[in-house]
C-alpha cells in the first residue's frame, strides 16, 4: 500500500511539471515524442524499439491521466483493448503534424490535446 501511495505520488507530479514548466520549456518535448513514435513505422531495424519508446510514454501518460480521475472530468473516453497504445499513437502522430509549429513545448501538453480533441466521449 505504502508503494502505491509513493507510485500516486510520483504520477502526480509527472503530470504537473510538464504544466508548470511549460514556459520554461521540458526535457522531452512533442517534437521528441513524436520522432519514436514515427520511427516505430519507417525504419525497419530500430523501429520496433522506437515504437517501444514512444507507446511505453503514451501509456504511462494514459493510465495516469485515467487513473487520477482527469479523463472522467475531462470528459475522454480513451480506447480500451489490446491496440489501446497504437490508437493513442496515430492520434498524437496527426496532431503533431498537424500543429507541428508547437514541436517545442511539452511532450505532455501534446499528447494530452491530441487526446482530448480525438477520444471525447459521446
Not at 502505491?4 to 517534437?31: H, Q, W
Not at 524499439?49 to 487520477?68: M, P
Not at 473516453?77 to 489490446?82: R, S
Not at 492520434?91 to 499528447?111: I, P, S, T
Request: charged share 25%; net charge negative; glycine share 8%.
Amino acid at each position: 500500500m505504502k508503494l502505491l501511495k509513493i507510485l500516486m505520488s510520483c504520477v502526480a507530479i509527472a503530470l504537473l511539471l510538464p504544466a508548470a514548466n511549460a514556459a520554461e520549456g521540458t526535457d522531452y518535448s512533442i517534437a521528441e515524442l513524436l520522432r519514436p513514435c514515427m520511427e516505430g513505422d519507417n525504419d525497419a531495424r530500430w523501429g520496433v524499439f522506437a515504437e517501444t519508446e514512444c507507446e511505453q510514454y503514451i501509456l504511462g501518460f494514459a493510465d495516469a491521466y485515467v487513473l487520477l480521475g482527469q479523463a472522467q472530468r475531462d470528459k475522454v473516453c480513451l480506447p480500451t483493448g489490446g491496440n489501446r497504445a497504437d490508437e493513442i499513437r496515430w492520434v498524437f502522430m496527426k496532431w503533431a503534424n498537424q500543429n507541428f509549429d508547437q514541436r517545442h513545448k511539452a511532450a505532455a501538453e501534446g499528447l494530452l490535446a491530441a487526446i482530448k480533441g480525438a477520444f471525447a466521449c459521446k
